[in-house]
């Protein structure tokens, strides 16, 4: 079975700083992979997906994932926090289903 | 489009009680499905549906019951509640199935649910 993996459960990152969010699974074939993100009481947003072909992935808010078939990797990225990216982000991988790592919590500091 | 609706959004049960959690979409999507979120474990699936009359269990299906009358409706239903189902549940729905090749889904804005 296919699993994901967050290894950082909470993250602070000043404003205007650089922010990578990792996240590893584990599956046989080439996965559907996704991040989402939640703001405090609110549903799950789609930032972007990774389907096929280039690996690096353009999302919304200006987020970007590369995929790394050797490291089983799916890292989100974005060149300069705004206060309002403090959130949970999650990392998803399809299977038939879609399985969700536990999150990381993006804290922002002014 | 109002995309995915749930309601209520708050909801206090006593152990053994029992209740209906609703959710609506209307972006005629085949693929819906209701997800709880528990501190430290992301989303856990609890029962999906890939279309009318057709419903299947998740990852963590006891406890609770679903029907798919309707494309556009998917209840969930809690038998008797327990504190074990305290939790935030979301609804989500999707045009294709997962696997299937492209697809998103789309979450509702949650129901929090505590069980005393």
């Known amino acids: 079975a296919q699993s994901v993996t967050q290894p950082d459960i909470h993250i602070t990152v000043s404003e205007g700083a650089s922010l990578e969010l990792r996240c590893n699974y584990s599956?046989?074939?080439?996965?559907?992979l996704f991040w989402y993100v939640q703001s405090p009481g609110q549903g799950l947003q789609l930032l972007l997906k990774?389907?096929?072909?280039?690996?690096l992935v353009q999302g919304i808010k200006g987020f970007e994932a590369e995929f790394k078939r050797s490291q089983s990797s799916f890292n989100l990225r974005k060149p300069s926090v705004h206060w309002s990216d403090a959130a949970e982000y999650f990392c998803?991988?399809?299977?038939?289903?879609?399985?969700f790592g536990a999150g990381t919590t993006v804290t922002v500091r002014a | 489009n109002a995309g995915v609706t749930q309601t209520p959004k708050f909801q206090v049960l006593k152990t053994g009680q029992s209740m209906t959690l609703q959710c609506a979409q209307d972006?005629?999507?085949?693929?819906m499905s209701w997800y709880r979120q528990d501190p430290g474990m992301g989303l856990r699936l609890i029962h999906y549906?890939?279309?009318?009359?057709?419903?299947d269990q998740g990852e963590v299906p006891n406890g609770y019951n679903v029907s798919r009358s309707t494309t556009e409706d998917f209840p969930l239903r809690l038998l008797s509640a327990a504190p074990s189902q305290t939790s935030v549940y979301f609804c989500?729905?999707?045009?294709?199935?997962?696997?299937?090749?492209?697809?998103?889904?789309?979450f509702g804005p949650g129901t929090r649910l505590t069980v005393t």
């Open positions: 989500a729905s999707s045009l294709t199935t997962p696997g299937a090749g492209i697809y998103e889904q789309y």
């Open positions: 599956y046989g074939a080439t996965p559907y």
């Open positions: 990774y389907f096929s072909g280039d690996t």
């Open positions: 998803a991988v399809d299977d038939y289903k879609l399985s």
């Open positions: 972006m005629n999507h085949e693929y």
């Open positions: 549906s890939v279309g009318a009359g057709i419903t």
